[in-house]
């Protein structure tokens, strides 16, 4: 199965700074089959960007994707309250269609 | 546009089975697939399994099965999704999430469910 390795696990930042979360997977993404989602607490997840830098409908323009083959990037600028959170990247090249273990974003 | 309503919260003994319901409201269902994560506590997220009603289609990770069955009321646009031989360790709570664009799963999860919480006690 293909594995995605997170990093950081944790990153601290404070409102109004940029996070640059990455993503590395196992084997090559053809077609740059990868989401990034956020997870807050209590909520389901919510889809952020899909093939690696298509930002999914109603999400703000500080959210970005990049990256491609084994190599991905979620770049969160101008941070809000609201964005700090679980995030997790999910490939859907080849079942089973797995996840990273996430990184955190948390209020420095 | 298409919302998924899950069943409620369940507490299950060791060794039963529970079945969660994944039901589409607002748009259609058998045209897309259907997949089911779980979330247990302080853990991470989990794909278990999906369904493409329109095939008639399933596809397990391998590690839950023998122990999953995952099914679709087309009638009712509803999915269901059985586990059997509960345990502690599946104290969880499970999402429905549908992939969007045609029939396949090699399109990311943009709809989801409420979530279920099922424990296992």
Same mark, same amino acid.
């Given at each position: 199965?293909?594995?995605?390795?997170?990093?950081?696990?944790? #990153?601290? #930042? =404070?409102?109004?700074?940029?996070?640059?979360?990455?993503? /590395?997977?196992?084997?090559?993404?053809?077609?740059?089959?990868?989401?990034?989602?956020?997870?807050?607490?209590?909520?389901?997840? /919510?889809?952020?960007?899909?093939?690696?830098?298509?930002?999914?409908?109603?999400? !703000?323009?500080? @959210? =970005?994707?990049?990256?491609?083959?084994?190599?991905?990037?979620?770049?969160?600028?101008? #941070?809000?309250?609201? *964005?700090?959170?679980?995030?997790?990247?999910?490939?859907?090249?080849?079942?089973?269609?797995? @996840?990273?273990?996430?990184?955190?974003?948390?209020?420095? | 546009?298409?919302?998924?309503?899950?069943?409620?919260?369940?507490?299950?003994?060791? %060794?039963?089975?529970?079945?969660?319901?994944?039901?589409?409201?607002?748009?259609? @269902?058998?045209?897309?697939?259907?997949?089911?994560?779980?979330?247990?506590? %302080?853990?991470?997220?989990?794909?278990?399994?999906?369904?493409? !009603?329109?095939?008639?289609?399933?596809?397990?990770?391998?590690?839950?099965?023998? /122990?999953?069955?995952?099914?679709?009321?087309?009638?009712?646009?509803?999915? @269901?999704?059985?586990?059997?031989? #509960? /345990?502690?360790?599946?104290?969880?709570?499970?999402?429905?999430?549908?992939?969007? *664009?045609?029939?396949?799963?090699? =399109?990311?999860?943009?709809?989801?469910?409420? %979530?279920?919480?099922?424990?296992?006690?």
């Amino acid at each position: 199965e293909i594995v995605l390795a997170q990093s950081p696990g944790t #990153l601290s #930042l =404070s409102p109004g700074e940029s996070a640059t979360l990455s993503c /590395r997977a196992s084997q090559t993404l053809t077609k740059n089959y990868l989401a990034w989602f956020q997870l807050r607490p209590g909520q389901a997840p /919510r889809l952020l960007i899909y093939d690696a830098s298509s930002r999914a409908t109603g999400v !703000p323009d500080r @959210f =970005s994707g990049s990256g491609s083959g084994t190599d991905f990037t979620l770049t969160i600028s101008r #941070l809000q309250p609201e *964005d700090f959170a679980m995030y997790y990247c999910q490939q859907y090249h080849t079942s089973p269609w797995t @996840f990273g273990q996430g990184t955190k974003v948390e209020i420095k | 546009q298409v919302q998924l309503v899950q069943s409620g919260a369940e507490v299950k003994k060791p %060794g039963s089975s529970v079945r969660v319901s994944c039901t589409a409201s607002g748009g259609t @269902f058998h045209s897309y697939a259907i997949s089911w994560v779980r979330q247990a506590p %302080g853990q991470g997220l989990e794909w278990m399994g999906g369904i493409i !009603p329109t095939r008639h289609t399933t596809d397990v990770a391998e590690r839950f099965r023998g /122990r999953v069955t995952i099914t679709a009321d087309e009638s009712t646009s509803t999915a @269901f999704m059985s586990l059997s031989s #509960l /345990r502690y360790e599946d104290t969880a709570v499970y999402f429905c999430a549908r992939h969007g *664009d045609y029939p396949t799963y090699h =399109s990311a999860m943009d709809v989801w469910g409420q %979530g279920t919480a099922v424990t296992v006690s």
